[in-house]
């Protein structure tokens, strides 16, 4: 019943995706930034070999906080010292999220430093970004009036919480493209994980306060595309099967669901096959043999060899063809 379900509903569903867009190829560097889809997406793309960097700064959820992180990172500047803090024994800075958190500040410093650096060489080299935005509602520090990434469970006394426009979030969207070179293109998606502890129908209000931001800016830009990861999720997958146990994350199923969408629209058709034919080495390579020394195993592992040294031109096969040349026997 579930193969069928989901035979049906891959049928169904159509993507708008602009004819003219230009496609994502294993020889572009990606960044991604933002949210779980984010996080997910970069494991993927990691998998099958892209030169990609993903939440440098862990995750991020608010539009603003995205866009100050990329600013920061593309001039190589610091972050603004007046956001670090120590709560319960623990540095962090309100623009990172609690990943960073450390003993001691100047090894919070020196870690915030590389990530900026990271993302900055990144950025020299890439076409493509990838941003998710999980959230319209921000809390701003009272003392400085700076909207915060993550609060670092200081008490909320010293928080103002509000909701973001549709016009504030395209504004300050606008106000990156600015400094990003002409040629990048941008990816824009709204997480389908909802945000509960906002309440439903703030979480609703929010979402699509975010979507509507979306959709102006990717019809005034050529170079920004949305694609619909909140609409495949509660639209299409529309069944708490496809949720983890805590009803709010997707499941595995739906996230190789939404990544095939993923690769069907932005993909070109040579990376699409690389794909396939990587899926084959991976499962090959998990292969557990009955036997490893059996001729037919030997055998098994020098088609793998082969295959591997294809593909080293194309992509970094040394650790696969290493796991490989430790099975062969001499």
């Not at 600013?71 to 610091?78: C, K, M, P, R």
């Not at 990156?176 to 994980?193: F, G, Q, R, W």
């Not at 959709?215 to 997958?237: A, G, Q, R, V």
Request: aromatic share 10%.
């Amino acid at each position: 019943m579930f193969i069928w379900y989901t035979t049906i509903i891959m049928f169904r569903t159509e993507l708008h995706i602009p004819h003219s867009l230009k496609k994502l190829s294993l020889k572009h560097p990606v960044l991604l930034i933002g949210s779980c889809f984010s996080t997910n997406i970069g494991a993927l793309l990691e998998k099958y070999k892209f030169n990609c960097l993903t939440n440098p700064f862990g995750t991020v959820f608010n539009p603003i906080s995205i866009n100050k992180l990329l600013n920061t990172s593309l001039s190589e500047s610091s972050l603004p010292k007046n956001g670090y803090g120590i709560n319960q024994g623990l540095h962090f800075h309100y623009d990172l999220h609690s990943q960073f958190s450390s003993l001691e500040q100047e090894k919070l410093i020196k870690k915030t430093n590389q990530a900026v650096q990271t993302t900055n060489s990144q950025l020299q080299t890439t076409k493509w970004i990838i941003i998710s935005w999980g959230t319209a509602i921000v809390y701003e520090n009272k003392k400085t009036g700076e909207v915060v990434n993550n609060c670092h469970k200081v008490p909320s006394k010293n928080f103002n919480k509000r909701m973001l426009s549709a016009e504030k979030v395209v504004a300050d969207f606008e106000n990156l493209l600015t400094t990003l070179p002409n040629d990048i293109n941008i990816i824009l998606t709204v997480s389908p994980v909802r945000h509960i502890k906002e309440t439903l129908e703030l979480n609703n209000v929010s979402k699509a306060t975010l979507r509507l931001a979306a959709h102006e800016l990717s019809e005034k830009h050529t170079n920004i595309h949305y694609f619909p990861s909140f609409e495949l999720m509660m639209d299409d997958l529309r069944d708490y099967r496809f949720y983890k146990s805590d009803m709010l994350h997707p499941s595995e199923e739906a996230i190789m669901y939404i990544w095939q969408k993923f690769t069907t629209a932005f993909f070109d058709d040579s990376t699409q096959s690389f794909i396939k034919e990587w899926d084959k080495i991976a499962n090959a390579l998990n292969h557990k043999p009955f036997n490893p020394h059996s001729d037919e195993h030997q055998k098994f592992l020098k088609k793998i060899e082969l295959s591997l040294q294809n593909l080293k031109y194309t992509v970094d096969t040394s650790k696969e063809l290493q796991l490989i040349h430790n099975q062969i026997l001499n």
